[in-house]
Each structure stands twice: as C-alpha cells, then as structure tokens.
C-alpha cells in the first residue's frame, strides 16, 4: 500500500496536535479526585454533626491551601513530580485531619 506524502503529512499534524492538547504535565486528575472526596467527606461530617462548625472551617481552609498549591504548580505550564509529591503530601495530611476531627469526642451539638 503507497502512503501519500499529503496523508503522511496530515496524520503527523494530527498526532502532534493531540500530544500538544493532553499536555500531561498539567494535568492532575488524582489530586482533583482525592480533593473532591476529601471535601464530600468534611461536607458529610458537617451534615451529621461530626465536625463542630470552627472544625469545619478550618479543614475547608486546609482545602484551600491545597487548592492554591495546585493553582502555583500548574501556573507554568507543568507539575513536576516534586510539585506532585508535595500535593499529595499535603492531601495525606489533610485526609489524617479530617479523620481525625470526625472521630474527636466533640460534636456540632457541643
């Protein structure tokens, strides 16, 4: 089978393309998840009284630091995988104090 030079010409620019568009290094999809689940979880210990209310601010705080962390690593373009060891260490610290405030013996009605 003879590959034309116009065919030949086309799929490269399309597999250049689709390697510029997934652009790997920016892309973080298991710190969203762990954050998304982490925030369901204090919004979850809020709901049943788990979490007092200064408790629940200040894990939504920790989730803001870890949110802006994300926002600086990605602002250039790239997460490097010190930038990613330091976000999901820093999600491990707040998974830690989130169980941690649930299972404390205060609660919402306290």
């Known amino acids: 089978m003879k590959t034309s030079p116009k065919t030949l010409i ?3 620019a399309l597999a ?3 390697a510029f568009a997934q652009t790997p290094g920016t892309n973080t999809p298991r710190v969203d998840q762990r954050e998304a ?13 788990s979490l007092t209310a200064q408790e629940t601010q200040r ?10 962390a994300e926002a600086r690593a990605k602002a250039d373009g790239t997460v ?5 060891r330091r976000l ?13 405030k ?5 609660t919402a009605g306290q």
């Open 102 to 106: 649930k299972h404390n013996e205060r």
């Open 80 to 84: 490097t995988a010190k930038e990613r």
């Open 16 to 18: 250049g393309a689709n």
């Open 37 to 49: 689940q982490q925030e369901a979880r204090i919004a979850q210990g809020a709901a049943n009284g």
């Open 59 to 68: 894990l939504e705080k920790e989730q803001a630091r870890i949110d802006n």
């Open 88 to 100: 999901h260490a820093m999600q491990d610290g707040a998974s830690r104090d989130i169980r941690r």
């Open 10 to 12: 086309a799929l490269l």
